[in-house]
């Protein structure tokens, strides 16, 4: 690990951010709302990885690389796609409070999750398929994870050997499963992603039957019929509930996080189960359309939990400022899931890692500005959530 010397000073942050700026007329003219475009500073050719300065421009150079169907398979939502973009929307109701003529020299982003030290709370969230995005797949990822110093979660649909991934990660990596009704069968999962090097173990509820994209519908991916029928069918995960979740806690000799809870009743469940940490999750707004925004609930999560077990939040995370609200409003770490496959596709690894790092750059800049030098000093006071 490299130590907080890494991280660039606050003079030297704001330096690197204001080129930026100045580099990128169009930073300004990002159209309001959810499908937050930022259009990229190219007219004619696709960037060069050192050209491109925020997530935002990288899901715009992926978007011209790769093919429609596949594009909009990743950047789709569930049905009328409210949740994916109140994902987004609601960080704008949600402000920073500045804090001036603090000391701030040496800004730390480090943190530890179940007493594993890590460079920042910034994760690569599990998602499955990068081979679709990479000849190199989750092998490529996980490079790209390492080089930035970050924690990966590899996706149970890894389209790479899991022990190559967690090898290419640097010997440290968390697992991710579905949640499915082959109860024994998940536990075996488990059991041989822990085999295999794995710190810990995240199971994915909520997600086994979404609600279909109807990009994913008019591309083909899904035939209308097949999407008519869907609600009928069988839920993939219909039998699992509570006490299976506890009886996997107790037969795993890693942390389990429940990935998928949303509400504070949700996540006074899980403590009463045992789970040993949470993820705050509406899977990117690909599961159930109409659900909150993470970020919107993750106050009443974190005030349940109380501290206990380590509360992790995804959905929408594109900027430092995002991070360091999630942070502020009680979230131990944050996962990202789209800008990855967006930068896998768009730089491969070099772009994994470019992404991670201006995040880090970013999460720490805003750090700087409002005062705060490391992550354990951040507190509820520094965001506000405004009704509207
Ligand atoms: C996902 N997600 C996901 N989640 C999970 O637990 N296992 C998985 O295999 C996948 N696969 C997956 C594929 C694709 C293409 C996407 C876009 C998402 C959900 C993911 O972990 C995460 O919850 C969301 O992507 C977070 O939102 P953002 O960062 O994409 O806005």
């Known amino acids: 690990m490299l130590g907080a010397a890494a991280l660039p000073s606050r003079r030297q942050a704001v330096q690197w951010f204001l080129r930026f700026v100045a580099a990128s007329p169009l930073l300004s003219q ?19 990885l050192d050209g491109v300065v925020n997530a935002l421009e990288i899901e715009t150079v992926a978007e011209k690389s790769l093919p429609k169907a596949v594009y909009d398979h990743i950047a789709g939502g569930a049905g009328s796609e409210s949740t994916l973009r109140r994902n987004r929307e609601f960080f704008d109701r949600i402000t920073l409070r500045p804090r001036v003529l603090v000391n701030v020299e040496g800004i730390d982003l480090s943190t530890t999750l179940f007493g594993q030290a890590l460079y920042s709370p910034i994760l690569v969230g599990p998602t499955a398929n990068h081979k679709r995005l990479h000849p190199e797949g989750e092998l490529a990822t996980a490079a790209g994870a390492r080089a930035a110093q970050a924690l990966m979660v590899v996706s149970g649909r890894s ?59 008019h591309n083909g991916r899904i035939t209308a019929q097949a999407h008519l029928a869907s609600g009928l069918t069988a839920h993939s995960a219909a039998s699992i509930s509570w006490p299976h979740i506890e009886s996997l806690k107790q037969r ?137």
């Not at 990002?30 to 060069?48: C, K, S, V």
């Not at 697992?175 to 822990?194: N, P, T």
């Not at 509406?282 to 009443?300: S, V």
Request: glycine share 10%; charged share 20%; aromatic share 4%.
């Open 252 to 388: 795993l000799t890693v942390p389990l996080l429940v990935k998928g809870i949303l509400s504070a009743a949700e996540a006074q469940s899980a403590l009463d189960h045992g789970v040993d940490g949470i993820v705050v999750s509406n899977h990117g707004g690909r599961a159930m359309d109409g659900e909150p925004a993470t970020i919107e609930m993750l106050p009443e999560v974190s005030g349940v939990v109380a501290e206990r077990v380590p509360v992790l939040v995804d959905g929408g995370f594109r900027r430092g400022t995002d991070i360091l609200k999630a942070l502020a409003l009680g979230a131990d770490a944050v996962l990202l899931g789209r800008p990855v496959l967006w930068a896998l596709a768009a730089y491969g690894p070099e772009g994994v890692e470019r992404l991670l790092v201006m995040l880090q750059h970013e999460l720490a800049l805003s750090m700087g500005l409002a005062g705060q030098p490391n992550i354990a000093g951040l507190s509820r006071s520094l965001a506000r959530v405004h009704s509207r």
């Open 30 to 48: 990002a159209p309001a709302g959810a499908q937050e475009r930022q259009e990229i500073y190219w007219p004619d050719r696709l960037p060069p």
């Open 159 to 217: 389209t790479q050997p899991l022990a190559e991934v967690v090898e290419a990660a640097g010997g440290s990596a968390w697992f991710q499963i579905d949640a499915s009704d082959d109860h024994d069968g998940l536990l075996r999962q488990a059991e041989a992603a822990v085999e295999q090097g794995c710190e810990a173990v995240c199971l994915t509820v909520g997600a086994s039957s979404p609600i279909p994209s109807r990009r994913d519908i």
